[in-house]
């Protein structure tokens, strides 16, 4: 049982370029999530999809957009990075009502 | 809106000293809260999470009463050890809004 798996585990773009960033659960969860992590701020929520088939923004959804692909995968994808999207990302499942939330390893994603 | 305050790291205590990390919140309504634990490297592991007011969370001899009156959910263990250092993350989840405070890094001397 895998859990939440992540990739890539390392990431270095230029300006500019566009990436997705893979994320794919097999507990069966309703719900996934992406957050970003950087010093001092704790996590964001980028985006959230409740159910396979609905996407939502979350707190920080600006520059990056979001796919549920079927209800095991949900791919985030910067169409074109940039320097202040330098940060760790995490993504997360969890059933619905609010159970508690399963987090992946994490993406540190560098753009220069 | 929601959010999450939490006491600034970094916190380093000696072994078998007693812990409190500080958190209070802000929200609409009747949020969950989470305490969540980071080890070097890894994703977030929820430690502890309680639903409604008066309820305490506990795990792994860590202890969090949810405190609508104060707005608090803060941690607390009795006697630490070196395998907690780590660092820490208070959270609330009202609906589908997800906020989590900055986090304060553990580190406990032998």
């Known amino acids: 049982n895998a859990g939440v798996t992540q990739t890539p585990k390392f990431q270095v773009l230029k300006t500019g370029q566009s990436m997705t960033l893979q994320c794919a659960q097999d507990m069966n969860h309703n719900s996934m999530y992406w957050y970003r992590q950087d010093p001092g701020m704790g996590l964001r929520l980028i985006y959230y999809s409740a159910s396979e088939g609905t996407t939502d923004k979350g707190e920080v959804p600006n520059g990056y957009n979001v796919s549920r692909l079927n209800k095991r995968e949900f791919s985030l994808r910067l169409e074109s990075a940039a320097p202040s999207q330098t940060s760790v990302y995490f993504c997360?499942?969890?059933?619905?009502?609010?159970?508690?939330?399963?987090f992946g390893p994490g993406t540190r994603l560098t753009v220069t | 809106g929601n959010s999450v305050t939490q006491m600034e790291g970094p916190v380093t205590l000696s072994e078998e000293a007693f812990l409190t990390i500080n958190c209070t919140y802000t929200a609409t309504g009747y949020p969950s809260l989470f305490w969540y634990v980071q080890y070097p490297g890894e994703g977030l592991q929820l430690l502890l999470k309680a639903t409604k007011a008066d309820d305490k969370g506990s795990n792994k001899g860590f202890e969090a009463t949810y405190r609508k009156e104060t707005t608090s959910f803060h941690l607390e263990k009795g006697s630490v050890q070196v395998s907690d250092s780590a660092v820490y993350f208070c959270a609330l989840k009202n609906n589908n809004d997800m906020r989590f405070g900055a986090g304060t890094r553990l580190t406990v001397k032998p």
């Open positions: 997360a499942s969890s059933l619905s009502p609010p159970y508690e939330q399963y």
